[in-house]
């Protein structure tokens, strides 16, 4: 039996989550609803997105969609500017969006490089910058960036991803110093291979799911409502005093 935490400050919170239509990212917004938090979620997956919309708000909770290429940084802007308008200032922010497309090193072109990034990396950066103010006139708020251990483990055909997902520790680290003045918590997520829907589809195998077994200290799937929980934790004020850290979420893999 699943275990779900209850955060009671997070009632009413207004909460704005990037790559929200499936994924980690549609786990992370499911429970912050779960909470009583009032979620906007941002991705470019316009019919997963609707959909998922649609199934929260049937149940009362007030939830919003908002169809957006993260790579748009103005488009970004005026979409976080929207969902503000529904929700009221944003209190939690969670910048989830990634995309581990696998590429060759020999293939890689400059193109292709700064694309990756304005994927995995650079939407960080301005969606943080669009939710800093109204969190300090709140008095305060948090901030979750979700990395990946792919770096860590030095993943030889996804170079680009893993090198933005790195350079996500240090800007975290950088922005908690930054923001944290103003009682915003800045943190970083870092989960292991976690068993979304995609990553069932595009890269699983009996013999890559034993090799990760083997190599995890707890047995069993890392799944996407792992990921979610301690996000939730990292969005409470219960971690009042948790700025610029990385909790990794991997089942102890070596």
Request: net charge neutral.
């Amino acid at each position: 039996m699943r275990v779900e935490a209850s955060y009671p400050d997070l009632s009413g919170k207004a909460a704005l989550v990037t790559g929200g239509a499936d994924g980690i990212g549609r786990a992370i917004v499911e429970a912050l609803v779960r909470q009583g938090a009032r979620v906007a979620f941002l991705d470019r997956d316009a019919e997963r997105g609707e959909q998922l919309a649609t199934a929260l708000a049937a149940t009362g909770s007030s939830v919003s969609f908002h169809a957006v290429d993260l790579r748009d940084i103005p488009a970004t802007r005026a979409a976080i500017a929207a969902a503000c308008a529904i929700h009221g200032p944003f209190a939690i922010g969670v910048n989830n969006a990634g995309h581990d497309e696998r590429h060759d090193f020999e293939a890689v072109t400059p193109e292709y490089w700064d694309d990756r990034l304005a994927v995995n990396l650079r939407p960080m950066m301005f969606v943080a910058q669009a939710l800093a103010p109204d969190m300090r006139r709140l008095g305060g708020g948090a901030l979750i960036n979700l990395s990946s251990t792919s770096w860590m483990k030095g993943s030889p055909h996804m170079i680009a991803y893993t090198t933005a997902k790195s350079a996500v520790i240090g800007f975290t680290r950088s922005l908690a110093r930054a923001l944290g003045p103003d009682g915003i918590r800045v943190n970083c997520v870092t989960p292991g291979w976690v068993m979304t829907e995609r990553q069932r589809s595009n890269w699983w195998t009996p013999e890559k799911g034993a090799a990760n077994q083997a190599a995890q200290a707890l047995k069993g799937e890392i799944l996407p409502e792992d990921i979610a929980q301690m996000v939730l934790f990292l969005c409470s004020d219960v971690s009042r005093m948790c700025a610029g850290q990385n909790f990794i979420v991997d089942a102890g893999t070596v």
